[in-house]
């Protein structure tokens, strides 16, 4: 894997390996799909995140804090 420095968030996190990220940079629905699912509480043992009711898959998508996008 290639580093990109415009993927190093402030926080510390490398983008590059961000299920959310690779989703929408992939355009690949079913993981868009599950991470909705999984962001509204649909998946066991994990609880809903808080605002993400209306969240759609196309939602599902960054190009990392540090991008021009």
Known sequence: MDYNPDFAAPCGLYCGVCAIHMAGRDNNRKLQEKLVNLYQGGTPGK???????????????CEGCLSSE
Request: charged share 25%; glycine share 20%; aromatic share 0%.
């Open 47 to 61: 609880g809903a995140l808080p605002g993400a009711e209306g969240l759609t898959p196309e939602d599902i998508r």
